[in-house]
C-alpha cells in the first residue's frame, strides 16, 4: 500500500495507472475509520479500480473549532485497516499540501443546498467541503467516487459540484453501515457513553416507524409521531427531523410529492450530533 503526503506524487501515480489501462476509484475521508468506511473502500476495490483513500481532517468544514478540535484522529490504527483491506494508495497530507499557497479557489455557488436542514445548522460547513472534494478530485483525477448514504445532504452537494465543475467522475452512493441497535456508525459515536451508544439505535428505530407511518398516516402526524417517540428518550434534543424531496431537499406537504422522498434527522444526544436518514 503507497502512502503519500504530497498531492503531486497522488497526481503523478494516479496518472501512470491511467496509462497502464486502469479506472481510478476514489474514497475521501476525515480519517477515525471505522466499517462504513471501509465498506466504500470494499466497494471501489472490488469494482476493480487502482483505488486512492484519502484522510484529511478539513479545517474548512468546521465552523465549531471545539469540533474540529475533539474530532479523533487514529492514523496508525487507520492505515492498518486499510493494509488489511487491500487498498492500493493512501493519501494523508497536510492542509497546506491540499491548499498550497499559489492555490487560487474559485467561488462554488451550491444555492438552496448550502442553506437549508445540516447547512442552517452548520454555517459554511457545505462550502467547506465543496472546496476541498473539489481540490481532491483536482489532485486525484478519479474516474469513480465513493460516497455514503449516511450524509445524504453532502451527496447532494457532491453531485451538484460535479455537474458545475464539469468532472468526469461518476458517483456512487454507498448504504448507510449500522451498529447492531441500528445506530448509523461514525467517528464522532466514540465521544458517546458506553451506556448512552447502547441506547442510541432509538433514532434508527424511529426512523423505521416514520417509514412505515407514511403509508398510512398523514405526513405531518408521522413526523410528529416520529418526534415524539424520539423525544421519549430523556436526553435526546431533536435539531431537525423533516421529510425532502431526495434530489432538492425541498420539504414535502405529501409524501406524493416527490420521486425519491427522503427522511433527515439530526439528534443531539450526550452532545453528540447524531445524523441518520432513510429514503420513503
Ligand atoms: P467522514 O470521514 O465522516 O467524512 O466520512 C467519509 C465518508 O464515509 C463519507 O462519504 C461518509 O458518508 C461515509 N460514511 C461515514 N459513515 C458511514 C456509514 N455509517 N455508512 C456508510 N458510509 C459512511
Same mark, same amino acid.
Request: net charge negative.
Given at each position: ?113 448550502? /442553506? ?12 467547506? %467541503? &465543496?472546496? $476541498? @472534494?473539489? +481540490?481532491?478530485? #483536482? ?108 434530489? /432538492? ?12 422522498? %427522503? &427522511?433527515? $434527522? @439530526?439528534? +443531539?444526544?450526550? #452532545? ?9
Amino acid at each position: 500500500m503507497k502512502i503519500f503526503r504530497s498531492a503531486e506524487f497522488v497526481t503523478q501515480d494516479s496518472d501512470l495507472q491511467k496509462d497502464k489501462g486502469k479506472t481510478i476509484g476514489f474514497v475521501p475521508t476525515m480519517g477515525a475509520l471505522h466499517s462504513g468506511h471501509i465498506a466504500l473502500a470494499e466497494k471501489s476495490i472490488s469494482d476493480g479500480h487502482y483505488t486512492f483513500f484519502s484522510i484529511f481532517v478539513n479545517p474548512k468544514q468546521f465552523n465549531d473549532p471545539k469540533d474540529l478540535e475533539l474530532y479523533p484522529r487514529t492514523i496508525e490504527k487507520d492505515l492498518d485497516m486499510l493494509y488489511k483491506c487491500g487498498m492500493d494508495a493512501v493519501y494523508c497530507p497536510s492542509p497546506e499540501d491540499v491548499f498550497q499557497s499559489d492555490y487560487v479557489d474559485a467561488q462554488i455557488q451550491l444555492g438552496n443546498l448550502e /442553506h437549508v436542514l445540516e447547512g442552517a445548522m452548520r454555517p459554511g460547513h457545505f462550502i467547506g %467541503v &465543496a472546496r $476541498v @472534494v473539489k +481540490r481532491l478530485f #483536482e489532485i486525484v483525477r478519479p474516474d469513480h467516487a465513493y460516497f455514503g448514504q449516511k450524509d445524504y445532504q453532502q451527496t447532494a452537494v457532491i453531485q451538484k459540484l460535479i455537474e458545475l465543475c464539469k468532472f468526469n467522475v461518476n458517483m456512487h452512493i454507498c448504504p448507510i453501515i449500522r451498529e447492531p441497535n441500528g445506530l448509523a456508525m461514525s467517528s464522532r459515536n466514540e465521544r458517546l457513553s458506553p451506556a448512552g451508544r447502547k441506547k442510541a439505535g432509538f433514532v434508527y428505530q424511529a426512523l423505521l416507524q416514520l417509514k412505515e407511518d407514511v403509508k398510512t398516516l398523514p405526513l405531518t402526524v408521522a413526523i410528529q409521531t416520529a418526534k415524539n417517540e424520539i423525544m421519549r428518550h430523556e436526553g435526546a434534543v431533536i435539531e431537525y427531523l423533516e421529510v425532502v424531496d431526495g434530489i /432538492h431537499l425541498s420539504p414535502l406537504k405529501y409524501i406524493e410529492e416527490s420521486r425519491k422522498p %427522503v &427522511a433527515l $434527522v @439530526v439528534v +443531539r444526544y450526550e #452532545e453528540v450530533r447524531l445524523l441518520d436518514n432513510i429514503l420513503l
